[in-house]
C-alpha cells in the first residue's frame, strides 16, 4: 500500500541525491516562472533590474536565482497593494502577474498588524491549491463524503473559505460554523451534526476543553472527534498539547500550514510530532534558506536553520517569487522517526518579526510557550509577554505573565512560578520574571493569539 505522504516519484533514500532531484524539479520549473513573472513590469521587472538582472538568461542556475535578495515581503506586499488600488483600482497588488478578471479567489491575512495582506487566485492556482491541501487531507485520514467541522476563521482567512471549498472538491463535507460562530454554538452543531474530524486553532481547541461542561453539560470527550487540524499559532507539534488532547477529546493531532501560493505541511500520525511533512516539493520552493542577518543562502541540509524564501514555482496570479516570508525554520531531510517515510520535514521555531533580543540572547516567543505548556496543568498554557518597548530589544528582566491551571491552588503559585523561571533558564539561557496569575485571567480567542504586549510606561 502506498504510504499517505509519498506523493514524488523519486525513488532514493539518500538525503544528498533527493535533494539534488529536488534542485532539478526546481529549476526546471523556475526557468519558465522567471520567465513569466518577468513580462510583469510594474513590479516584479523592477525587482530583477534592481538586482542587476537585465534579462532572464542571467539567471544560468538555482545557485543564481539563490542568490537574488528578497523581491516581496509584507511591508512590499502592503506597498504594492495599495498603489495598484490607487493606480488601477483595485487592492489585487502591482505584482498581479494575470489579468485582473482572472483573479477568481481572495484569501488575506488576519491583518492584525495593520492593512490585510490579499492572496489572489486564479482557476489554475485554485486547483493546485485544493491538490496539495488534498494531499494534507489524506495524510490525516479525512475520507471522502464523511462530515468535517471548521472552526477556523472564516473572514477570507487562508485557513477558511478557502479549506473549505478544498474540502469539498476533496469530496468531504465540512460543516463551516467558523470562529466567529463562538464557542457555545461551535459546541452546539458539533452536536448536531456529529463530526470525526475537527480543522481549529489550538486556542479554540483549548477553549472547547474548558468550556464544553458549562455549555453543553458534558466534557468533549464525549462529542466524538477523533481527529483534530490545527494551524495558524504555535503549539499543534508541542507534547503536552498533543497530550492534552488526546487526554480531553481522545483525538490525535495533526499540526499543518497550508495555502498561501501552495505551500503545504502536515505532522504524520505518529503520536509525537517530528516535523511537518512538506507536501507541495513540485509547486512551491517553500524553504530556500537564507541567514536571517546577511540574507546570504544557506545551505539547504539536514539540520539547517534560517528565514525561509517563498517562491511558487508555477503560480498564475500575484506569485510569491523570493518572498521573505519572516518564518525561521529548521529542516530535517531523510526518514521520519515517526512513520518511516523519506522526505524533507520542516518545523517553524519562530518568527523573525517576533525575535526578542534579551542580554545578547536570541529568544522566540514560541520558544517560551513550549517550556510553559510542559508545566501543564498546573497552568493553564496561557501566557503573554509583556514588554515595556516594542521588540526586539528587551530590558532584562523579561516579563512573562501566565495562568494558574483550574485547579492549582493560589499556594503553589510561588513556587511554580519560580520552578518557570528556572527552567526557562536551563533551556533558553536567559531568566525571566514570572507572574502567576488566576486561571482565566487572560483573554481567549479562536483566532490567532498574540503572545507579545507592549504596555509602554
Same mark, same amino acid.
Given at each position: 500500500m502506498t504510504h499517505p505522504l509519498h506523493y514524488l516519484d523519486i525513488d532514493t533514500r539518500d538525503p544528498a541525491e533527493y535533494l539534488a532531484a529536488l534542485d532539478q524539479l526546481r529549476w526546471t520549473?523556475?526557468?519558465?516562472?522567471?520567465?513569466?513573472?518577468?513580462?510583469?513590469?510594474?513590479?516584479?521587472?523592477?525587482?530583477?533590474?534592481?538586482?542587476?538582472?537585465?534579462?532572464?538568461?542571467?539567471?544560468?542556475?538555482?545557485?543564481?536565482?539563490?542568490?537574488?535578495?528578497?523581491?516581496?515581503?509584507? $511591508?512590499?506586499?502592503?506597498?504594492?497593494?495599495?498603489?495598484?488600488?490607487?493606480?488601477?483600482?483595485?487592492?489585487?497588488?502591482?505584482?498581479?502577474t494575470a489579468k485582473p478578471e482572472a483573479a477568481i479567489h481572495l484569501a488575506a491575512?488576519?491583518?492584525?498588524?495593520?492593512?490585510?495582506?490579499?492572496?489572489?487566485?486564479?482557476?489554475?492556482?485554485?486547483?493546485?491549491?485544493?491538490?496539495?491541501?488534498?494531499?494534507?487531507?489524506?495524510?490525516?485520514?479525512?475520507?471522502?463524503?464523511?462530515?468535517?467541522?471548521?472552526?477556523?476563521?472564516?473572514?477570507l482567512w487562508l485557513a477558511g473559505i478557502t479549506y473549505i471549498q478544498a474540502l469539498e472538491a476533496y469530496g468531504a463535507r465540512p460543516v463551516a460554523v467558523g470562529a466567529e460562530g463562538g464557542v457555545p454554538k461551535i459546541l452546539r452543531y458539533i452536536e448536531l451534526t456529529r463530526p470525526r474530524v475537527l480543522f481549529a486553532t489550538p486556542s479554540m481547541a483549548n477553549q472547547l476543553i474548558e468550556r464544553a461542561p458549562g455549555e453543553i453539560g458534558k466534557p468533549v470527550g464525549a462529542l466524538g472527534i477523533e481527529t483534530l487540524l490545527v494551524c495558524g499559532e504555535p503549539g499543534g507539534?508541542?507534547?503536552?498539547?498533543?497530550?492534552?488532547?488526546? #487526554?480531553?477529546?481522545? $483525538?490525535?493531532?495533526?499540526?499543518?500550514?497550508?495555502? $498561501?501560493?501552495?505551500?503545504?505541511?502536515?505532522?504524520?500520525?505518529a503520536e509525537q510530532a517530528h516535523g511537518m511533512h512538506y507536501m507541495a516539493e513540485d509547486h512551491c520552493f517553500r524553504y530556500d534558506l537564507v541567514d536571517p542577518q546577511t540574507r546570504q543562502p544557506l545551505e539547504i541540509r539536514d539540520g539547517a536553520v534560517g528565514e525561509a524564501i517563498h517562491t511558487g514555482l508555477e503560480?498564475?496570479?500575484?506569485?510569491?517569487f523570493r518572498n521573505a516570508t519572516g518564518d525561521i525554520l529548521r529542516l530535517h531531510v531523510g526518514e521520519c522517526p515517526g512513520c518511516g517515510h523519506f522526505g524533507v520535514r520542516m518545523e517553524i521555531i519562530g518568527r523573525a518579526d517576533d525575535m526578542l533580543m534579551v542580554k545578547g540572547v536570541k529568544v522566540y516567543p514560541a520558544a517560551i510557550q513550549n517550556v510553559v505548556h510542559r508545566f501543564l496543568p498546573e497552568l493553564s498554557g496561557e501566557l503573554r509577554i509583556r514588554l515595556d518597548?516594542?521588540?526586539?530589544?528587551? $530590558?532584562?528582566?523579561?516579563?512573562?505573565?501566565? #495562568?494558574?491551571?483550574?485547579?492549582?491552588? #493560589?499556594?503553589?503559585?510561588?513556587?511554580?512560578?519560580?520552578?518557570?523561571?528556572?527552567?526557562?533558564?536551563?533551556?533558553?539561557?536567559?531568566?525571566?520574571?514570572?507572574?502567576?496569575?488566576?486561571?482565566?485571567?487572560?483573554?481567549?480567542?479562536?483566532?490567532?493569539?498574540?503572545?507579545?504586549?507592549?504596555?509602554?510606561?
Open positions: 520549473k523556475l526557468q519558465k516562472q522567471i520567465r513569466y513573472v518577468w513580462s510583469n513590469e510594474d513590479y516584479y521587472r523592477r525587482r530583477f533590474l534592481e538586482a542587476g538582472v537585465s534579462s532572464p538568461e542571467d539567471i544560468r542556475s538555482l545557485d543564481d536565482f539563490r542568490r537574488l535578495p528578497s523581491f516581496l515581503d509584507k $511591508a512590499r506586499h502592503r506597498d504594492s497593494q495599495n498603489e495598484s488600488l490607487e493606480r488601477y483600482g483595485h487592492p489585487l497588488g502591482l505584482h498581479l491575512t488576519s491583518g492584525t498588524t495593520g492593512t490585510p495582506t490579499f492572496y489572489v487566485f486564479s482557476r489554475k492556482d485554485l486547483e493546485i491549491t485544493y491538490k496539495v491541501l488534498g494531499r494534507m487531507f489524506r495524510v490525516a485520514g479525512i475520507r471522502p463524503g464523511e462530515t468535517t467541522f471548521h472552526a477556523f476563521g472564516l473572514s507539534s508541542q507534547p503536552a498539547f498533543r497530550a492534552r488532547v488526546r #487526554e480531553h477529546f481522545g $483525538a490525535q493531532t495533526f499540526d499543518m500550514t497550508g495555502g $498561501a501560493w501552495h505551500n503545504g505541511t502536515i505532522t504524520c500520525d503560480y498564475e496570479a500575484a506569485p510569491a518597548a516594542p521588540p526586539p530589544k528587551v $530590558a532584562p528582566p523579561l516579563k512573562l505573565a501566565v #495562568e494558574a491551571g483550574e485547579d492549582t491552588p #493560589e499556594s503553589a503559585w510561588p513556587e511554580l512560578g519560580k520552578a518557570l523561571e528556572q527552567r526557562i533558564r536551563e533551556l533558553l539561557t536567559f531568566r525571566p520574571s514570572v507572574t502567576v496569575l488566576p486561571f482565566g485571567s487572560l483573554p481567549r480567542s479562536g483566532a490567532k493569539t498574540k503572545l507579545i504586549e507592549v504596555i509602554e510606561p
